[in-house]
């Protein structure tokens, strides 16, 4: 879970339900005030939300790009099915693909952080014309590791038999058992548990299942034909670092990794991030094989 260090929407950002033949998404959409170069479509992570990615907003848009962050489908404030089987891998990367249409920009860079590179990857996989580049964004090859896997089979026990309030009321607890524990500001801490309220059990039932048993995925993002970048924080934790340097190696991918950063690079350093993204996607539409290793980012 990423968690915001501020709720502000930045200068030029509108929030609203992007209308789609799938259904409506909840977006935060931010236009640059200069010309528009491109367009970025950035999916959120397990327990995340479309405000994972509100610090990234203003220095994406101040280097021209609109950047557009969403709800997936039973995340936050997108509606979702009250069943498991609504939350398929394909129908979740249907659901980028219309998302990606309903932008009107014509193919976009895709960022999936976390699970959202999970979901990024299959929406490229169905339709790579659609995109103008794929960027994981502290998102593995596979599977997370086993105390991320052990977490998620917790909450994927309770869900089903136990409220909201009781779960979400657990998980806070086993958080500040941690030592590097900070307690968050009031309205951070009254958004977060309006986001667990918010976002369908199933849809954390379903996509936990897929956190745990994803299979290795790096033969088909490899043969993809989009610029692909591979970008994680060298304190990542949810996949090993190792795993996501093999990763970009084996991809031939741009290779981002940024000092000080753990899972969410998205909060703790945005700025280096969007200038790793911005530099990708500058020589991703001059080239089709943008492979660079970029260490100790900016």
């Not at 979740?92 to 699970?115: I, K, M, N, Y």
């Not at 039932?205 to 993809?224: F, H």
């Amino acid at each position: 879970m990423s968690t915001p260090r501020s709720l502000a929407l930045p200068t030029g950002t509108r929030a609203y339900a992007l209308v789609t033949p799938r259904g409506p998404f909840a977006v935060l959409d931010a236009r640059p005030t200069a010309a528009q170069v491109g367009t970025a479509l950035l999916v959120p992570g397990y327990t995340g939300s479309k405000e994972d990615f509100l610090a990234l907003l203003e220095p994406l848009t101040r280097a021209g790009y609109r950047a557009v962050a969403v709800d997936g489908r039973g995340q936050h404030e997108s509606p979702g099915p009250r069943r498991t089987r609504g939350y398929t891998p394909r129908t979740l990367a249907e659901d980028v693909l219309a998302q990606t249409a309903a932008l009107g920009d014509g193919p976009v860079h895709l960022v999936g952080h976390s699970f959202g590179g999970l979901v990024a990857r299959s929406a490229a996989r169905l339709a790579p014309d659609s995109f103008r580049s794929l960027t994981l964004l502290a998102s593995g090859p596979g599977h997370v590791g086993p105390e991320q896997r052990a977490k998620i089979r917790l909450l994927r026990a309770a869900l089903p038999v136990l409220p909201p309030a009781a779960v979400w009321a657990v998980t806070r607890w086993l958080d500040s058992r941690d030592p590097a524990h900070v307690p968050d500001e009031p309205d951070i801490a009254a958004f977060l548990q309006q986001r667990w309220y918010n976002t369908r059990p199933a849809q954390l039932i379903a996509t936990g299942r897929q956190l745990r048993t994803e299979p290795d995925r790096t033969k088909g993002l490899a043969a993809l034909p989009l610029p692909l970048h591979v970008a994680y924080g060298d304190e990542e934790s949810v996949w090993t670092v190792t795993e996501l340097a093999a990763l970009a190696h084996d991809t031939g991918a741009r290779h981002t990794v940024i000092r000080g950063a753990g899972h969410s690079p998205n909060v703790s350093h945005p700025e280096q991030l969007a200038t790793a993204l911005t530099e990708f996607w500058l020589e991703a539409a001059t080239s089709r094989t943008p492979a660079q290793d970029v260490r100790g980012a900016h």
